[in-house]
Each structure stands twice: as structure tokens, then as C-alpha cells.
């Protein structure tokens, strides 16, 4: 389900926070060892990302081109269950936008998030691709394809928690 405005996606994060305050601890020990190789995923797909300056590519991009792939409206694909994977490490959910025209989760070095939706991860634009070339293209893909699959694998995990405890997130 996508959320259609700013109250939806605060809907969402009040869903995912009320999970996380009912089951944290429960799902702490249910995603044992793969919310922490989850975790080190998104390190190292970050680390990959930071190392190639993709992350500096994107920021000067936004400042001096006006444009922003982390833009108004991709939050509204982020679900309960995804946020409420962040919740679990530690993340601290914003409870409003900081750029106007960006994501409700773009804060000022970046996305808040440790978990991601997959379009986040996956989209590399085409001055990306100019600017690092086809190998390092080809890494990136490789660690962030890891990030992607561990984040799925966890988020089925938090479902089928949330299903056998009879838990009522959204999208579930």
C-alpha cells in the first residue's frame, strides 16, 4: 500500500512505532543473526557507496542542479513492517519533513533510514554511471544487491512474526 500524504506516511511511522513498543525485544530474538548480518549489508553497501563518491555525486547534484532523487513522495513506498525494521536498530523515525521538496526521511547528511526500500538502493542515475564507470557500477550493485535481499529476508521475518502473533501492521 503507498501513502498518499504527509499524514499517511506519519500514520505509517506511528504503526511501525506501536509495533516496535508491543514486540521490539520479541522480534529482537526472532531476527537474531540476520538482522545483524542485515545491518552489516547496509554498512558496507553505504561504505561501497561513500568510497566511490557516489554520495557526494548525489549531494552536488541536489545543490547545484536542483534535482533530488531522494524527492517528495518516495517515502509513501515505505510500509510498517520496513520501518519498523529500522526501529529495531535504533533508528529514530523524523516526525517531519526536513527538505520540503525531499523524502520525509532525507535529513541533512542523508537518509535516515539504516533499512531501505529497494528503488532507494538500487537506482543509480546516468552521471553515476558517467562519473564511476562500468566497473565500479558492477561493485556497487554486487553489496547493495546483498543489502536488498538481507532487508526482504527480514522484513518476511517481521511478517511472518507479526501473522503468528496475530500483530496488525499495515501490509501485512
Avoid: W
Amino acid at each position: 500500500m503507498v501513502a498518499l500524504s504527509n499524514s499517511c506516511v506519519i500514520e505509517t511511522i506511528e504503526e511501525a512505532m506501536k509495533l516496535h513498543k508491543r514486540y521490539s525485544t520479541e522480534l529482537l530474538s526472532f531476527l537474531g543473526d540476520l538482522l545483524v548480518r542485515g545491518y552489516e549489508a547496509t554498512k558496507v553497501s553505504r561504505s561501497t557507496m561513500h568510497s566511490l563518491g557516489i554520495d557526494e555525486i548525489c549531494k552536488r547534484c541536489d545543490i547545484e542542479e536542483g534535482g533530488s532523487c531522494c524527492a517528495k513522495g518516495l517515502e509513501n513506498y515505505y510500509d510498517s513492517v520496513l520501518l519498523l525494521a529500522n526501529l529495531i536498530v535504533g533508528v529514530k523515525l523524523p516526525v517531519k519533513r526536513y527538505a520540503e521538496n525531499g523524502c520525509f526521511f532525507l535529513g541533512p547528511d542523508g537518509c535516515v533510514l539504516t533499512f531501505r526500500h529497494t528503488i532507494c538502493v538500487n537506482y543509480l542515475c546516468r552521471a553515476i554511471y558517467e562519473k564511476i564507470g562500468h566497473e565500479n557500477v558492477v561493485r556497487v550493485q554486487k553489496t547493495c544487491g546483498e543489502e536488498m535481499h538481507l532487508t526482504f529476508l527480514i522484513c518476511e521475518r517481521i511478517r511472518e512474526f507479526l501473522q503468528h502473533t496475530g500483530g496488525n501492521g499495515a501490509e501485512i
